[in-house]
């Protein structure tokens, strides 16, 4: 069994490679770029993982790996466009540094670039990889439609915030696990098991995400702190607290709304507790959690092979084994 | 042997079918709008005749055949936001109609449509479709790339120019006949010859565009004659009379460099008949034809089964058969 950190030196090595193979011309040099922008790798550690955790051959699923990479990073290109981001990961943004035309080109050269690496599995691989890769793929895409309709819309429920980051973020993460499994041939079974435990602990990790923007350490917290509630993000605690909020409150929302003020962050926190909306989400966290874990303990292969996953779920959500 | 009205026929068909069954939300509309514009559908139309050109069964590479159609229209998509297009084929752009990102958006999505087509041939056959479709399609992104950096640059060769072409606009005719040999299990080398056949075909044609742009018939051509020339657009006309030019015909470019005054255009093309250039590109455009039906030629199969290509050839480039 490889630990989770060997893994990921595994695809920081693959990626440095993979620029130096590659940086030749004015397309591929952003793509490189961004890649060398570093991240956690944590989505091609999750190939490698379900490969491990299947009893296939790690090394030959680097390129697999490399290709959920490189399909991340790709639509963190295009969001940065979309968003407007100045910023990535503290360094200029592609369209920024570079200008928009050339973050759409190099964007699209790198979804290609996403399946050209796929291209060396064999036949009847590709046959099952490609379509779960597609499948993966539009979800994504229309979860980031979903999040950009949702900024202009005021009647978005709960459960499609849910919808819109199972699909924005997490079915990117089950993908990333089934391929690995794919590449070790599990079973068609264990196969459902690994992605429905990638996508449910996505949510589980994207909610609790959400509870921190509000209420987390700002020592610990990589982003500012407030962050969604200034913007008015619809995230599921905004959500909840709009909807269970009395005729005070919601004037205290509407008042808020459109203003950037720091005092908002305390206001509107205030009523995020008084309606139980924090308490709320990570109810909601715990039970995708929970939902993760299950589908792990259901796959068929012996307990001590789940030890790393076990234990990568846990420290995603802050949590003990 | 089908004709080439009859596979027109056939593709436009299953593309009202394709809309038909996945114009389901906000992120297909726009691609469905695209698609259904028209054009010629030659590229599909290309691929259904080798694979009859090779025996093959056509019904059976409608899918290939509809996943260059969609395909193409997404280098539309993202293109005519690069070129700021106002229109496509007579309507309002996506970009224009909706908004840039949604042009973005359902641009990526039509790329991943694209790959999503091919899913139902065998492993085999995947196998070996894929590296071609991303080759073609990373030519495709490369050729934009040239094309967008070519209009900053001042020191644009010939060679240059072609190679950009060939990218841009002839890799893809190739790949697409390549495709339809694929499905029809054709022989390495005529794999090789149908691909540069189109290859060599598109660079041909696409000379003769940028001939016709200044030199057609306003009466026929269906662009707005002397546009190139109006724009200062690099192409071989312009490259060449430029090299060739005296200091007094210089100083007449540099005079008219950036203006659109529709004067300018006489001026342009005199130049380009006094140094010849107007000749030098038919001839270059007539020798890749001839290179086209060599390839052709050399294709290991009964000369009555060619007859479609070498018909569909002379009619692009105006020429008896």
Same mark, same amino acid.
């Given at each position: 069994?490889?630990?989770?950190?060997?893994?990921?030196?595994?695809?920081?090595?693959?990626?440095?490679?993979?620029?130096?193979?590659?940086?030749?011309?004015?397309?591929?040099?952003?793509?490189?770029?961004?890649?060398?922008?570093?991240?956690?790798?944590?989505?091609?550690?999750?190939?490698?993982?379900?490969?491990?955790?299947?009893?296939?051959?790690?090394?030959?699923?680097?390129?697999?790996?490399?290709?959920?990479?490189?399909?991340?990073?790709?639509?963190?290109?295009?969001?940065?466009?979309?968003?407007?981001?100045?910023?990535?990961?503290?360094?200029?943004?592609?369209?920024?540094?570079?200008?928009?035309?050339?973050?759409?080109?190099?964007?699209?050269?790198?979804?290609?670039?996403?399946?050209?690496?796929?291209?060396?599995?064999?036949?009847?691989? @590709? +046959?099952? /990889?490609?379509?779960?890769?597609?499948?993966?793929?539009?979800?994504?895409?229309?979860? &980031? =439609?979903?999040?950009? %309709?949702?900024?202009?819309?005021?009647?978005?429920?709960?459960?499609?915030?849910?919808?819109?980051?199972?699909?924005?973020?997490?079915?990117?993460?089950?993908?990333?696990?089934?391929?690995?499994?794919?590449?070790?041939?599990?079973?068609?079974?264990?196969?459902?098991?690994?992605?429905?435990?990638?996508?449910?602990?996505?949510?589980?990790?994207?909610?609790?995400?959400?509870?921190?923007?509000?209420?987390?350490?700002?020592?610990?917290?990589?982003?500012?702190?407030?962050?969604?509630?200034?913007?008015?993000?619809?995230?599921?605690?905004?959500?909840?607290?709009?909807?269970?909020?009395?005729?005070?409150?919601?004037?205290?929302?509407?008042?808020?709304?459109?203003?950037?003020?720091?005092?908002?962050?305390?206001? @509107? +926190?205030? /009523?995020?507790?008084?309606?139980?909306?924090?308490?709320?989400?990570?109810?909601?966290? &715990? =039970?995708?959690?929970? %939902?993760?874990?299950?589908?792990?303990?259901?796959?068929?292969?012996?307990?001590?092979?789940?030890?790393?996953?076990?234990?990568?779920?846990?420290?995603?959500?802050?949590?003990?084994?």
């Amino acid at each position: 069994m490889y630990t989770i950190e060997s893994l990921q030196s595994l695809v920081a090595k693959a990626i440095v490679d993979y620029s130096a193979k590659n940086n030749t011309d004015s397309l591929q040099e952003p793509i490189h770029y961004l890649l060398g922008l570093g991240g956690k790798r944590m989505r091609p550690a999750l190939t490698l993982l379900a490969t491990d955790l299947f009893g296939g051959d790690v090394p030959s699923a680097l390129p697999a790996a490399m290709s959920i990479e490189v399909f991340h990073n790709f639509t963190l290109m295009h969001d940065d466009i979309m968003d407007n981001a100045p910023l990535r990961r503290g360094n200029v943004t592609v369209h920024e540094k570079w200008n928009t035309n050339t973050a759409i080109l190099s964007g699209d050269a790198m979804l290609i670039e996403a399946y050209q690496l796929l291209c060396g599995y064999s036949g009847s691989q @590709i +046959k099952q /990889i490609l379509p779960l890769f597609n499948d993966t793929a539009l979800g994504v895409c229309k979860g &980031q =439609q979903m999040d950009m %309709e949702f900024e202009k819309r005021s009647d978005v429920s709960v459960e499609e915030y849910i919808e819109m980051i199972r699909l924005k973020t997490a079915v990117l993460l089950g993908g990333a696990l089934e391929i690995g499994g794919i590449i070790a041939n599990a079973t068609a079974p264990d196969l459902e098991h690994i992605r429905l435990f990638g996508e449910k602990l996505g949510i589980s990790f994207q909610l609790r995400d959400d509870y921190l923007d509000a209420f987390g350490d700002p020592e610990n917290f990589g982003k500012q702190v407030g962050g969604d509630i200034l913007s008015d993000k619809k995230t599921y605690l905004y959500l909840t607290a709009i909807a269970r909020c009395d005729a005070h409150q919601k004037a205290v929302f509407d008042q808020w709304h459109g203003n950037t003020d720091m005092a908002k962050i305390e206001e @509107i +926190k205030s /009523i995020m507790i008084a309606t139980g909306a924090d308490q709320a989400i990570l109810d909601v966290s &715990q =039970q995708y959690y929970e %939902e993760a874990l299950n589908h792990l303990d259901r796959i068929n292969v012996t307990d001590d092979r789940k030890a790393t996953l076990r234990a990568l779920a846990a420290h995603l959500l802050h949590r003990e084994v």
